[in-house]
């Protein structure tokens, strides 16, 4: 396995985050999405964390991790009020922010 | 010279002022309350004024030193402009305190019976004691600036007096026109006042007339210029003469005191008050000169023309200020010439106005004399002493205008040469003028058919205001010759003017300039019996007249001239101005506010609530700025 394994995966994963964030409708599936681009920030930072010897790399993912759990709780709790309030998960539904 | 401190009775001088004033005060704040008896207060503090103007007189007569400064307070002290308030207590400055409250007094108890049926009596009175007020301050005043808050103050009242009756459109329309002449001529003085202050350092009489020796040829030109704009502004000469006679509107009291007798005048005071700028700049001289030999004939033909008895007698002050304004620039011969034909002046048109506000008084405010007419047998006393004044004015032998009018053609001869030709021969021919157009005055009111409209029945004005016009009358018969025989005007304002001084030769004998004078004044008396007296006065004026007729009866077309030379160009320069102001200034400023708020409108459009086109654009973002870091960093 050389480095370059590991980076053309985290690319990919990205940009399947990246491409989901943008297509799809459903707010659940638009947030793991997003999830998916952060892990695969992670998984090149520890690559190269490992490539490199040192440990800044994998400090960073950590916290990256911690960021990712905390929004996961603001996040999901907006989905829900939005949820509740219009009976649909759609981020083009909560469009009332306008000109 | 520096004027001596004040002590005793002088130092009180300022309550001359300051009476005046606070009644006007009183008037003012006090409302409906001080309604009963306002007038009576509003004498009380003129007499007072004028008892204590007396006994200043006769304080200031017994010193050695004529010449007594009051200092007050610091009225302006920045930086190296430093003006205190104070009064100078001289010969002139008391004789015009003197003719100022005197006639002023006389004027105030006319008025009450003048105005006993206005129910604003009280405001007119205030503002008649403003007005004496504000001229004792432009007169005693030891400084040009005090003299320029005088000088503003008297404009005011002017302008309130004359709109006194604020409804009627006329009146308000001619108390506009005299306050903006007037700032034209003001303009001139504040100008004149700002070259002293930076060439001199100071606006005090004794610093500025004793230095003019200092300045330039072409400075004291210039403020002796400027200070003429001013005189001629607030004296109706010419070219600013044609407000005069439109300030009619207002009460006839007013007319008598401010637009006759004292306002008006102030043009002269100023001048012979400058008298060394004068003297020291001839060519300034020359102007005062032409100018008033301009304005006599100015007045003396329009007040020909007119119907209405209240402008003749505004043109005749015209007429009879371009006297004084000649006199005054003739220089050292003529300053106490022109001050004393400013008095006797004061005396008969005061009388005279007072007698024709006692005839529209008995006629029903009614002013046309084609509607006059014999006026002598229902109105005795008023006639009595109308026509003293009219003998005075057009310079009957040894009434007051003989003795000073005559001085004053002897002074214009006496200049010599040409203009001296000139000028005398245009002072004779304006007394011509003056005796035919009085003649004609008095024959159309006092004499003839009557000429009445229905439901007018004239009648004897109340003793209030036949007291005064006696009085004045009095004055008008004695005060020429008081002032020139028995106790020369010369001789007392000698520490002003200097010694009177004899011209070496007369040019033309004083017993001939008083024949001839006297001769010319008969012809014109006599034409106009030839014309009015003779034959029945029809009761409109006639249509088909000649042109002179027809110039004389607009004035010599003055509005017109000013129309065309000054206020329509000045209305199209201010509609450029606005248009500039509107489209430039005003579209530079929107434009940019309306192109700002255009084009955010435009941006906030983009502000979809689609969080996926935020996405897109998020990400469009972020691939830009990483392809810029590859690219510097690759690069």
Redesign the interface.
Known sequence: MTLTNYLVLAAILFTVGAVGVLVRRNAIVVFMCIELMLNSVNLTLVTFARATGTLDGQVIAFFVMVVAAAEVVVGLAIIMSIYRTRRSASVDDANLLKY | MNPVPATGLLSLSWLLIALPLAGAAVLLLGGRRTDRWGHLLAITTVTASFVLAVLSTVTLAGLDERSVGVDLFTFISTGQLDVSAGLLVDPLSMTFALLITGVGALIHVYSVGYMAHDPARRRFFAYLNLFVAAMLLLVLGNSFVALYVGWEGVGLASYLLIAFWYTRPAAATAAKKAFIMNRVGDVGLALAIFIMFTQLGTTSYAGVLGSVGLLAGGTVTAIGLLLLLGACGKSGQFPLQAWLPDAMEGPTPVSALIHAATMVTAGVYLIARSAPVFDAAPAAQTVVVVIGAVTIMIGAIAGCAYDDIKKVLAWSTVSQIGYMFLAVGLGPIGYAAGIAHLLTHGFFKAGLFLGAGSVMHGMGDRTDMRRFGGLATKMKTTFVTFGLGYLALIGFPFLSGYWTKDAIIEAAFDRGGVSGWVLGGVAVLGAGLTAFYMTRLMLMTFFGKPRWEDGVHPHESPAVMTLPMVVLAVGSVAAGFVLVQVAPLADWLAPVFGEPEEAAAHVVPPLVVSVLVTVVVAAGALVAWLAVGRRPVPTTAPAQVSFPVRAARNALYADAVNEAVFMRPGMRLTRAAVLVDDRGVDGLVTGIGTGLGSSSTRL?????????SY??GM?GGAVLVAGALLAVTAG
């Open positions: 906030g459009r983009a502000q979809t609530g689609f969080v996926r996405a897109l990400l």
